[in-house]
T-cell receptor, first 116, second 120 residues
Framework: GENVEQHPSTLSVQEGDSAVIKCTYSDSASNYFPWYKQELGKRPQLIIDIRSNVGEKKDQRIAVTLNKTAKHFSLHITETQPEDSAVYFCAASIWNYGGSQGNLIFGKGTKLSVKP | KAGVTQTPRYLIKTRGQQVTLSCSPISGHRSVSWYQQTPGQGLQFLFEYFSETQRNKGNFPGRFSGRQFSNSRSEMNVSTLELGDSALYLC???????????????????FGPGTRLTVL
């Protein structure tokens, strides 16, 4: 089955710096890659996602890149702010349109700390 | 729209007991997935239900089971509880479009607040 590796497990940056979190997946059939942010004591929330027909997607300070050949995808956060501090999870899924939803296989998470 | 709700929010059980957790999806969502979250293993997929049928199953023992009702509400059951079952159990719902819709129909999973299960 699918396996998702996520690095680093912890990341500390200064406010205003950029943060990059990387994930690799094993199943070449995976075609949907969401990123979730989980603040302490709260539920995971989707912050951005990318599908296998797209190489890059941006949403304000957040961007995700996908390299299907290498089977890895990355989250980029620019101009980090203290409120970006949280645990970030990447995930991979096989979405067969009109058929199986597919599960989400998550990476182990990255604890991002943004120091003011 | 109301978000995904889960009951109860906290639960304390002893080894050997069984437990039932409930999840009410966002109105109109037909898919419900369950995940176990622990500090050591992170978020692990348990199973997914769509239209009252289990569509996907993760690598958990048969002690973990679930079901979905006609109103899309879902329950999961854990029998013969073990200490290692202590975790936050999250459910997530999604719209899960049917064939015939727009080509790009990947659907976000919206998570509930979770049920914190402690096994003593």
């Amino acid at each position: 089955g699918e396996n998702v590796e996520q690095h680093p497990s912890t990341l500390s940056v200064q406010e205003g710096d950029s943060a990059v979190i990387k994930c690799t997946y094993s199943d070449s059939a995976s075609n949907y890659f969401p990123w979730y942010k989980q603040e302490l004591g709260k539920r995971p929330q989707l912050i951005i996602d990318i599908r296998s027909n797209v190489g890059e997607k941006k949403d304000q300070r957040i961007a995700v890149t996908l390299n299907k050949t290498a089977k890895h995808f990355s989250l980029h956060i620019t101009e980090t702010q203290p409120e970006d501090s949280a645990v970030y999870f990447c995930a991979a899924s096989i979405w067969n349109y009109g058929g199986s939803q597919g599960n989400l296989i998550f990476g182990k998470g990255t604890k991002l700390s943004v120091k003011p | 729209k109301a978000g995904v709700t889960q009951t109860p929010r906290y639960l304390i059980k002893t080894r050997g007991q069984q437990v039932t957790l409930s999840c009410s999806p966002i109105s109109g969502h037909r898919s419900v997935s369950w995940y176990q979250q622990t500090p050591g293993q992170g978020l692990q997929f348990l199973f997914e239900y769509f239209s009252e049928t289990q569509r996907n199953k993760g690598n958990f023992p048969g002690r973990f089971s679930g079901r979905q009702f006609s109103n899309s509400r879902s329950e999961m059951n854990v029998s013969t509880l073990e200490l290692g079952d202590s975790a936050l159990y999250l459910c997530a719902s999604s719209l899960s479009r049917l064939a015939g819709g727009p080509a790009s129909s990947y659907n976000e999973q919206f998570f509930g607040p979770g049920t914190r299960l402690t096994v003593l």
